[in-house]
């Protein structure tokens, strides 16, 4: 995981500028309420994609969908392949600070001007689906960034990319690739109103991202009699907690295989949101390598090649990521479900060198699990500074204090992320630390304001 330094990041190319302004006047479901009235589909993207010569189809794909480690798994299979020697690119969501995060080549932000012309030419063609009345028309802000991605892979030479989900599966707009790897990493109850309200629901729209010829690898486990009696009557109706069945029955429907890590091949007895991530990513090198898939000059691709210290250096911002500020160690995470809260805080408590109590700046987006999260972060936090962002549908602070306060937790307003984070960082002093959680939002805002101030942790962590 990720220990930063000072970083300035570089001015933004005027025509970079300008096409995201045009692209900021299309719908953005990131950035609005998401709910049974979001419209989903492939016809926008597959009309785009067509009229841009099919840039999907020009190079090999791994696509990686699930609730949690769905963007640092895609991470780390994208740097094993580029260090394979293969052309390599990488698409995720959302982004933290900068739009161009999103779209990667051999471990690189895509330049500005490539990324501005990719989007000037998937703009232009919704406008003329427009003036022809196709459904290319209808495309929105994530339907032309994901076919501007795919044209800037293809303008780069790109061999293989690894390509997330940005919400679901089934229907979301990177489902025009066609993985060779297709991957859920796990399932949980978000985006209920979108994905459908059980997790059996919500890995039919993940799972259906298996195409025929693919190989299913999941991270997703079988609910045993054991876990089932324990789900209750409510889950056990209809199997609706039984993801892992839904997946096994996509994988036979579609005649391919699934496969899952199994419980030797962690790293420790405990493993870590990181090492459970990495070996996912490694049971897809290993997949690969049995499709014969190899680097460059016949190089095999082994799981091998995804060491620790290229585990280390290739988690995405906002995963786990650490900083030093005037003494005090500061962690941001983006994780926005209880369960996820839940593994991020027992890492953390694992880790030596974060002691005592933190200080916990929290923002959330209007369709999270308020009670469920703030119950997770109830036995760590020693005070929770509640805080929303203006750019993204999330929930005002008032709300999340009152939601608290109901639990019994200490909590408290703070206006903005910039006041909760210079309150944090006051009230922790030297013998706390500061924890940033709950939304890629709040993650983005701190962490453009923490490369201006941060100096290098001094103790290299596990990951």
């Not at 060491?307 to 650490?322: F, N, Q, Y």
């Not at 500061?434 to 890629?440: A, C, T």
């Not at 304001?449 to 290299?460: I, S, V």
Request: charged residues 25%.
């Amino acid at each position: 995981m990720p220990v930063h330094d000072r970083s300035d990041e570089p001015a933004q190319d005027p025509r970079l500028a300008r096409a995201l302004a045009r692209l900021d006047a299309l719908i953005n479901w990131e950035r609005r309420d998401r709910d049974a009235s979001m419209r989903r589909g492939l016809a926008p993207i597959e009309d785009v994609c067509a009229r841009l010569g099919h840039p999907e189809r020009a190079f090999r794909a791994v696509h990686v969908a699930g609730t949690k480690g769905k963007g640092t798994t895609s991470a780390l299979v994208a740097a094993a392949l580029a260090k394979a020697g293969l052309r390599t690119g990488l698409y995720t969501s959302p982004h933290v600070v900068r739009v161009q995060e999103r779209v990667r080549i051999d471990g690189r932000d895509v330049g500005d001007a490539e990324l501005a012309h990719a989007l000037e030419l998937a703009l232009d063609a919704r406008e003329t689906a427009v003036r022809e009345g196709t459904p290319g028309s209808e495309a929105t802000w994530f339907d032309l960034l994901t076919a501007a991605a795919f044209h800037c892979f293809r303008g780069a030479g790109v061999e293989w990319a690894v390509v997330e989900c940005g919400l679901g599966g089934r229907l979301d707009s990177t489902n025009v690739v066609r993985g060779e790897i297709a991957v859920v990493t796990n399932i949980d109850l978000e985006h209920v109103n979108v994905l459908g309200g059980t997790r059996a629901l919500i890995a039919r729209e993940k799972g259906g991202i298996v195409k025929p010829g693919a190989t299913l690898v999941t991270g997703v486990e079988p609910l045993s009699s054991a876990r089932a009696a324990a789900a209750g009557p409510r889950e056990l109706h209809n199997a609706a907690d039984d993801a892992y069945g839904v997946l096994r029955a996509i994988a036979d429907e579609q005649g391919v295989p699934l496969v899952r890590p199994a419980s030797c091949e962690w790293t420790s007895p405990n493993p870590t949101v990181l090492e459970r991530n990495a070996a996912l990513a490694r049971l897809v090198l290993r997949e690969l390598g049995r499709r014969g898939v190899r680097g460059k000059d016949g190089v095999e691709l082994a799981p091998a090649r995804l060491d620790d210290e290229l585990v280390r250096s290739s988690a995405l911002p906002g995963r786990i990521e650490r900083f030093l500020v005037r003494g005090v160690r500061v962690v941001i995470d983006a994780a926005h479900v209880p369960s996820s809260v839940e593994l991020v805080l027992a890492e953390l408590r694992a880790d030596p060198e974060l002691v005592g109590k933190p200080f916990c700046v929290l923002a959330l987006g209007k369709d999270k699990d308020a009670k469920g999260i703030l119950k997770a972060l109830a036995p760590l936090a020693d005070r929770v500074l509640c805080t929303t962002v203006a750019s993204g549908p999330l929930v005002d602070a008032e709300t999340l204090v009152r939601e608290a306060a109901l639990l019994g937790i200490a909590a408290e307003k703070a206006p903005d992320p910039a006041h909760a984070l210079a309150r944090a960082l006051q009230e922790a002093g030297s013998e706390r630390w500061v924890l940033v959680i709950g939304s890629f939002y709040l993650a983005g805002a701190v962490r453009a304001q923490l490369l201006n101030e941060a100096t290098p942790w001094p103790k290299a962590t596990r990951c």
